[in-house]
């Protein structure tokens, strides 16, 4: 089920970029937000949602930082 599944793959990602932000630290941030890419990558592909790609935001639109292109 998702409500164990998500805890399970997104708890340390997101537990490294709060610590991140709240020591100010970009290198940190950067290695961590890429980390949390990675494990919510990992979660739509473990849920069947792999064509929702999450990735580096490439524009300021509401999606920016998610890749729907077919065939992926």
């Known amino acids: 089920s998702l409500s164990l599944l998500v805890p399970k ?15 100010h630290d ?12 990675a494990a919510c990558n990992g979660c739509h592909q473990a849920t069947n949602f792999g064509f929702n790609v999450v990735r580096q935001p490439q524009d300021a639109t509401w999606f920016g930082n998610q890749d729907f292109a077919p065939g992926r």
């Open 9 to 23: 793959i997104m708890g340390t990602p997101l537990t490294a970029a709060r610590a991140a932000i709240g020591a």
């Open 26 to 37: 970009p290198s940190a941030f950067g290695q961590a937000y890429d980390a949390l890419t």
